[in-house]
């Protein structure tokens, strides 16, 4: 990508902050400590329609400011726990004292909920703090279980639409962990500690082109000066335990505000797998497996970020996350002839891991702000080092004699490097921004096997062993152009992103080098017809880019006979996407509709004479999707609340296989009802039911499931302590059956089944004399590929 381009579009972009702009300064105090306000909320707004023209939120001094004053324009300054003020005249905003609502012990505050469902520019910002549908849930993972156009599936792992995997970002940021890294810290996070979560499914050109899905989080921040603290611990109790400690302490100067987090999580979970496999005329072969994987979790960040002055802002977190699992895998294969009248072999094995995982790494922000003009700038550096040991001990069962043995060595290292710099400037009531970034990352895998030999002694396997790396520079950029004409606000936006990679196989000798230039554009409108009612249309193209393990062409072993390979020839896929949403008061309906090209999947492969079965990656030609979701509450009694989401998915995928075109449009839909019971004492109970129509794909049909969960909240000693207790997956009903479409091929029916049938005992307690805080680390995109 020529840099010199980029740099000329910056100056000419630069040359338009000349146009001076009107403003106004001013400060909110306490009306009786007169101590500064943090994080009270300034608003101007339309009088002749109430509409919203800007927000800030004041800094730790308690001060604000407010570019572009508008005629016709009033002002509403509000926090929670003081009483909420509106102003007419400019003047009268240069000191605003704030009204406490209530005393209380250690500034706990008991607080009527705002509206709990709103859209934010066609995205459903779901209020959490304070929301009765939240209420018993022990832990943020569990808030997203019943958060609209959101699913979890059985191994804990986010959904958007039933299909994509979005992008998580902490106030405005992306942060990107490794999937039980990222559920652990979800975990962590108690409803109260956060204010909204805010469901992107359409993302724009301003962000990433990896991101087809954005949850973005709201953490409640420190609301005045001192230091506050707060502890979240989770028990899960099934056949063993899981336990979750985590602990947040925050210190507010009048410039600096300071916070450190640390987490440790152990426990044992449990998984299970029985297949059936079977081409026609030839044997049958019925595979039973058991894991038990015993894992610790440690984690510590901490950061600081510094006022400057009221114009810059400066901040530096420090990351270190350290894992380690003992997992023991036991299975068995139990083989026949084709009508079962004979037993072929009866083999069992066991495949004992070791597993661990160090992360560091460093992230430097610095942003400036001066009228309308706002600059930021994001550097990330990243280490990931992980290292695996297995042994994979085969035996025939009725005799117990060692049919093979074979152990592996892995070292795996990661190194990732991330620059970005976003530049904004507000033209009238226009606003214009545009930024570049460059990401770097290092891939090294070294697997070695060593296979037991005749005169019993482990000798290195070739076939098996793997020395791989991947290298890949992204550059890109983007500008985007956003504006409100009364009623209607419209967005347009255009990405570049210039990829450049290198993947070498060097135990077979092969490098595939890809370079490769993309335009993305983007592009949505939204009407707010009044308060209650709002309309927005969005259309975006995003680029799918294949990571690490689909492009490794070596084996990952699942058992002695089943595993999948990588492809280093994957292409990139490509999704184009148009998305219209509809809100009434809090019912909220949306529709997507799309088509994504070369889309990257696996297919197995039965091999009758050696009873293997492979998984391989490819590209399909294209799959054409459509969904339409919506969610709205009822009010039964004063008591009883009900929230009822109803979504139907559409999936047409053209899928080559075995010489054959499979093309089938499959329908499925999925119902959630989640019943919230405010009973007497403070308590509440919530009765939350999920229900699964069948589904799959081309190839496999996915059978229906469900799931019951009941839980129960109370707080004590004025809200400072918080207990809950829960009952998830009550019925035990949320395992994943599969089953293989065309038989005339191959009958092949398999069933997963997690340990998700829990009870859950959770406590919270919150200390200091300030409001919580919740500071997270700013991690890229770049980072959640490369695992």
Known sequence: MNIKLWIFLLLVFLSLFGKAQKTVQGKVEDSETKMAVFQAEVSQLNKSDQSVIQKKLTDSSGLFRLNNIAADSYWVV??????????????????????????????????????????NGGNIVMGVSGNKDFKTS?????????????????????????????????DGKPVTMSSQELQAYLRSLPPETVESIEVNANPSSKYDAEFKGIIDIKLKRNGNLGWKGNYNGNVYANKFSYRENSLNLSYNTEKTAYSLQASYNNGISIYRYNALQKLANTNVMRTSTYQEDEGKMYSIQAGADFRVNDKNRVSINLRGNFRSNDRFRSGSLYTTNKDESQLIFNTESENPTYYSQENYGITADYSFQNKGFKL??????????????????????????????WKSDLLNKIDIQTAQIDISQKIGNADIETGMKYSRSDTNNNIRYDTLSVNNSFVFDPERSNMFSYKEKIWAGYISYRQKFGKLQVNAGLRLENTESISDAVTKDSVVSRNYLEWLPSFSTAYAFNKSNELSLSYSRKITRPVFSQLNPFRFYFSPLNYWIGNPYLQPSFTSQIKLTYRYKNWVTSFIVGKEKDVMTRYPIYN??????????????????ASVETSFPVKITKWWNITTQIAGYYNDEFRPYLGEVFALKIYNYELRVNQVFSLPKGYTVNLFANYESKTGNS?????????????????????????????????????????????????????????????????????????????????????????
């Open 78 to 119: 509000q926090k929670k726990g003081y009483e909420k003020k509106e102003f007419n005249k400019i003047e009268d905003l240069s000191l605003i004292e704030l009204k406490p609502v209530a005393e209380n012990i250690s500034e706990v505050v008991i607080r009527s909920a705002a509206r709990n469902i709103r859209l």
């Open 699 to 787: 190839l496999y049909i996915i059978k229906p499931r469900y799931t019951v969960d009941l839980s129960v909240q109370k707080s004590w000693f004025n809200n400072t302590l918080n207990t809950k207790i829960s009952y998830n997956n009550i019925f035990d009903s949320y395992d994943q059956r599969l089953e293989f479409r065309h038989k005339q091929i191959m009958d092949n029916r398999f069933t997963h089944w997690w340990d998700s049938s829990r009870l859950i005992l959770s406590v919270g307690y919150s200390f200091g004399s300030s409001k919580y805080q919740g500071k997270e680390l700013q991690k890229t995109e770049e980072e959640n590929r490369a695992r």
């Open 608 to 625: 009758p004479e050696t009873n293997v079965l492979e998984y391989l990656g490819t590209n399909l030609p294209y799959r054409k999707f």
């Open 138 to 170: 022990a832990n943020l993972l569990e808030v997203l279980r019943k958060t609209p156009g959101i699913s979890i599936d059985q191994e804990g792992s986010i959904l958007m639409g039933g299909r994509i995997t979005p992008a998580v970002f902490i």
């Open 376 to 405: 930021s700038f994001l550097g990330n550096y990243l280490s990931v080092k992980n290292i695996q040991t297995d042994d994979f001990i085969n035996k025939d069962k009725p005799t117990s004699q060692l049919l093979s043995y």
